[in-house]
């Protein structure tokens, strides 16, 4: 089930690539960087999923049956900077295990594999772990760098995921990290706190 996610989050990626063929001047890729980081913000809420998020007003909430991903509309990136969130039924015992689990996976899955951080780290109120790691994106042969923060509730995985080209990572990081720290429980239509 995690190689599938990985999977997905690669496809997506490669698909926005392919998707852009667009060029334009130094400049104004830094401004839309800027409009991004910048950028007013929109509240994403999911009473069936239960959850709330904040993101860029100028990127774009794309749901299927996995979860849901935020793309910046920069289209002038080779690869878009995103936010996924992935929501599934856990098979884990704890957070812990969770992100072994995510890292035994990855580390199969990706070419070279460089963890960067895993820690203990607050999701939504909810105890959880955040991992950082690069790897090479085989289709784009370009270094990827990316942030997963995960928690367990109510029989559920949560994990918010954070992906950019690693020449890009750290400009867009602030949006990231802002998004993150909005996420939320929301209660349920059943009016239950999920």
């Not at 939504?124 to 370009?142: A, E, K, L």
């Amino acid at each position: 089930m995690i190689k599938n996610q990985i999977i997905l989050v690669i496809s997506v990626l490669s698909i926005l690539y392919l998707l852009n063929n667009t060029q334009d001047t130094h400049g104004q890729k830094m401004a839309l960087i800027s409009s991004s980081v910048n950028s007013e913000l929109t509240m994403y809420e999911n009473s069936e999923k239960g959850i709330s998020i904040l993101y860029p007003s100028n990127w774009q909430p794309l749901e299927n049956e996995f979860g849901i991903g935020f793309f910046s509309l920069d289209m002038f990136n080779e690869i878009p900077p995103g936010i996924s969130i992935l929501i599934k039924p856990t098979i884990a015992n704890s957070v812990e295990d969770l992100v072994k689990s995510v890292i035994t996976d990855t580390t199969q899955s990706v070419s070279e594999f460089k963890l960067v951080e895993s820690s203990p780290f607050t999701l939504g109120g909810m105890p959880g772990y955040i991992i950082s790691f690069t790897y090479v994106d085989p289709t784009q042969q370009m270094e990827i760098q990316t942030l997963q923060a995960f928690t367990i509730k109510n029989g559920k995985d949560y994990g918010i995921t954070y992906q950019a080209p690693i020449q890009q990572y750290s400009t867009y990081f602030p949006v990231a990290q802002m998004m993150i720290d909005s996420f939320q429980f929301i209660e349920s239509p059943l009016g239950t706190l999920q």
